[in-house]
């Protein structure tokens, strides 16, 4: 009996969890071996015979080293960085204060905006690029860090404002009608008693906001045409392609470079992070 | 002098905001300009521009609607009309039946269950084109370390040409969304597994149900809300995707991989034809309209409820 459950545990359990976790793991792996391999090891084809193909006896730095020296990198990921704070910090400002009112507030038209909101949260990027290149222009925002921070609230702020909303309405009335008795005013009472009650919910809002700015492509890749004004995902894919050449020790470099940043806020906040994913369809 | 004047100004504003109605516009103006001038107005202008012949630099002229005319009978646009509904079929189908078997793996209790569980998210945390990077990497047809295994291992003799046919390069693309988008699907349906009270497994189990019983007749009922909602969500982002295709094959080989969104871009942005391209990006409301309206009639039902 016992044989048996552990026969099973292992078919069951085990090998399905070990095949999930190389999966989804073998990607980022292979990144770090493809950025740490010198070239003459790189360019080696499929049939030849090799004797280290999953690791690499010269680990060289030398991607990392070219990738920070030779391109506009370092440039590219200081702007990611501010752009995704920026735009986190628009969206969080007004979800919170849209939430707010949404959540509590009893005015006419309110269910008709929650529901607008709700609708404006599934338009996808794709949908608008064409005319929004367009509008971005004729403000003059064009190839500014600003198309990018007042556009990708578009997407944050429905998000924040429905996480958001949500965990205002867990938090019970008679906390602000004690701040009001004691003659606090309603914008008062929000600001000193909702607010920093509702911190969880809005750190978890903050982290997946700055997640998804990290990660935003079209618009970024749309709006800056300047080299030195790219983010990240577009600086990689536009500017370390040569013609038709893939440099691919450089490529994996900055993928990896690029991505650890993000990975390191997830890494600190992961269950703050997991409460915005899951709220984020809750609804 | 000053300072009663002051406190009159300060006074009458903080009485104007105990009205709700005003304090509710005020707080809601910030987002709602954001959102009309950023979503509702480029919508407005994107049926527009599908009306016209405008392009980069010349206005264009009213065409009524020729453009969409112009796209249904387009070979290309037809292909990518095809894949995007093919690839939004199948990615979904594998990232709800795989999100849900890592999510049921994931509810048992093991050990190092936190770190595993955290790093089975990074595919979607990670930047998409990076690690569509990667992928296009893996599929080189010349270094491509899958062609390796496979070789060495003596399954194949010659190359799989992963991206450089077009239908294999289809379910390439289906395969990387599915990798990315799992884990999406894995943690949402977890939070919602751990809701479900193991009382009513125990008393199934009492009761003589084996282990699919108890998922088919017990925890899948329960799951039903959450799966609706994650599914709509992962229908819009996958219908409308566009990255991936974009850094993994680019549209070709031969234009036989464009999305609706790959093809738009193509035509809008490389080519200069926005009105062309706007009507080929507006293709796309139709379906995502039809997901949106299911989603609000479910919502509004769940309230009912």
């Given amino acids: ?283 | 002098m000053a300072a009663p004047a002051e406190r009159g100004r300060v006074s009458r504003l903080t009485r104007l905001l105990e009205s709700e109605n005003l304090l509710a516009a005020t707080l809601l103006t910030p987002g709602v300009v954001i959102l009309v001038l950023f979503i509702a107005y480029p919508f407005v202008m994107a049926l527009w521009f599908s009306l016209t012949s405008i392009r980069v630099g010349d206005p264009g002229e009213f065409v009524g609607l020729a453009n969409f005319t112009k796209a249904w009978n387009d070979t290309i646009f037809q292909t990518a009309f095809k894949n995007t509904v093919f690839y939004t079929f199948w990615a979904t189908i594998f990232k709800l039946a795989l999100g849900m078997w890592l999510a049921l793996l994931l509810n048992r209790s093991f050990r190092f269950k936190r770190i595993i569980r955290a790093s089975m998210l990074l595919p979607f945390i990670i930047p998409t084109v990076l690690s569509a990077f990667a992928w296009r990497w893996m599929f080189d047809p010349t270094f491509s370390v899958m062609n390796w295994v496979l070789f060495h291992s003596g399954l194949i003799t010659d190359r799989l040409p992963f991206l450089s046919d077009g239908d294999w390069a289809m379910w390439c693309a289906v395969l990387v969304n599915t990798w990315r988008g799992m884990p999406f699907f894995a943690i949402t349906l977890l939070a919602g597994l751990q809701t479900i009270s193991p009382d009513l497994h125990e008393a199934a189990a009492l009761d003589g149900a084996n282990a699919w019983h108890r998922f088919w007749h017990v925890t899948w009922p329960l799951l039903i809300p959450v799966t609706l909602v994650v599914v709509v969500f992962s229908v819009i982002q996958t219908f409308s995707d566009f990255q991936l295709i974009y850094v993994l094959t680019g549209g070709g080989p031969a234009n036989s991989t464009h999305l609706i969104a790959t093809y738009a871009y193509q035509i809008g942005v490389a080519s200069g034809l926005l009105g062309e391209g706007a009507a080929l990006s507006l293709f796309m409301f139709p379906v995502l309209f039809a997901v949106v309206w299911v989603q609000l009639r479910f919502m509004k039902r769940m309230e009912g409820a």
């Fill in chain 1, 1 to 283: 009996m016992l044989i048996e459950r552990k026969w099973k545990k292992w078919i069951f359990f085990y090998l399905p969890m070990a095949a999930f976790i190389v999966f989804t793991l073998f990607p980022f792996y292979w990144m770090a071996v493809t950025a740490m391999r010198p070239d003459e090891e790189l360019y080696r084809t499929w049939r030849q015979a090799s004797a280290t193909p999953f690791w690499t006896l010269a680990p060289t730095l030398e991607h990392f080293r070219n990738l920070l020296q030779t391109t506009a990198f370092p440039h590219w990921l200081w702007n990611t960085m501010l752009i995704a704070l920026v735009s986190t910090a628009i969206s969080l400002v007004c979800g919170m204060f849209a939430g707010y009112a949404l959540a509590r507030l009893k005015f006419r038209g309110s269910e008709f905006l929650g529901t607008a909101i709700f609708v404006t949260y599934l338009v996808p990027q794709t949908l608008l690029f064409i005319p929004l290149a367009d509008i971005i222009r004729d403000m003059h925002l064009g190839n500014t860090p600003w198309a990018l921070m007042l556009t990708y609230p578009t997407f944050l702020i429905p998000f924040c404002t429905w996480l958001l909303m949500g965990y205002f309405k867990t938090i019970p009335k008679e906390l602000e009608e004690c701040a009001r008795i004691d003659g606090a005013t309603r914008f008062g009472a929000m600001i000193r008693i909702i607010f920093p009650v509702a911190i969880p919910g809005i750190l978890s809002a903050g982290i997946f906001a700055f997640t998804l700015s990290w990660n935003e492509f079209i618009y970024a890749l749309i709006f800056m045409s300047s080299a030195e004004l790219k983010t990240v995902p577009v600086g990689v894919v536009s500017e370390l392609i040569r013609g038709d050449i893939f440099f691919w020790g450089q490529l994996m470099a900055g993928a990896l470079l690029g991505s650890i940043p993000v990975a390191i806020v997830y890494s600190f906040f992961v269950e703050y992070y997991v409460t915005g994913l899951t709220g984020s369809v809750k609804g």
